[in-house]
């Protein structure tokens, strides 16, 4: 009897073991996609200026207006920047699609009766392969578009995402309002 109790334990954990597999293969692999817009409820987005590339083409040209206003760029270089953009939006969401088929793959690899150990890890491989691919094309996009900018457009650019980007640290505040009164040293 206690045999079997054993077994089923096992089986039972194994099981449980197979699910959280899976499901973690899909949370992950899911990561991949862009999410379908502002308010949705997916993992947490990088950020940055990559995040402009998953956005629909038609929104790209308004995306990249933002982003120069205030930096007193030419319509050449808004022309330009938006050229690169699109292009590099284009190339991603052509990478994004051919790695829907690697998410498809993992759900058959962890569903199946038997996990193949090798397979997974080739297929792990491959997404990383995916992976670098799009952080590269987003990476070169960047360094084309700060080749159209100027030295001072860029630096003014980057305090600007850098203060956007930067949560307000309660610390930080209370140490501007307040003067320490003890010395530091």
């Known amino acids: 009897m206690e045999q079997t109790t054993t077994r089923s334990r096992g089986l039972k954990g194994l099981l449980a073991g197979v699910v959280v597999a899976v499901l973690g293969t899909v949370a992950i692999t899911s990561w991949a996609e862009p999410g379908p817009g502002p308010g949705h409820r997916g993992p947490p987005s990088m950020g940055g200026p990559g995040l402009l590339l998953m956005a629909p083409p038609e929104r790209i040209d308004r995306m990249v207006d933002r982003l120069l206003d205030g930096l007193d760029a030419t319509d050449a270089q808004r022309t330009q920047i938006r050229q690169i953009a ?3 939006a284009k190339d991603v969401k052509a990478q994004l699609d051919a790695g829907k088929g690697l998410r498809e793959k993992g759900r058959e690899l962890f569903t199946a009766p038997t996990i193949d150990e090798a397979a997974v890890e080739a297929l792990r491989q ?15 996009a960047m360094v084309d578009a700060a080749k159209v900018l100027n030295p001072k457009q860029r630096a003014t650019l980057a305090a600007r995402l850098e ?13 501007s ?4 009164t003890f010395p530091l040293t």
């Open 126 to 140: 491959q997404q990383a392969q995916a992976h670098e691919a799009v952080s590269r094309r987003v990476t070169q």
């Open 163 to 175: 203060k956007r980007h930067r949560p307000p640290m309660r610390h930080d505040r209370e140490q």
């Open 177 to 180: 309002a307040v003067p320490s």
């Open 86 to 88: 699109q292009a590099a």
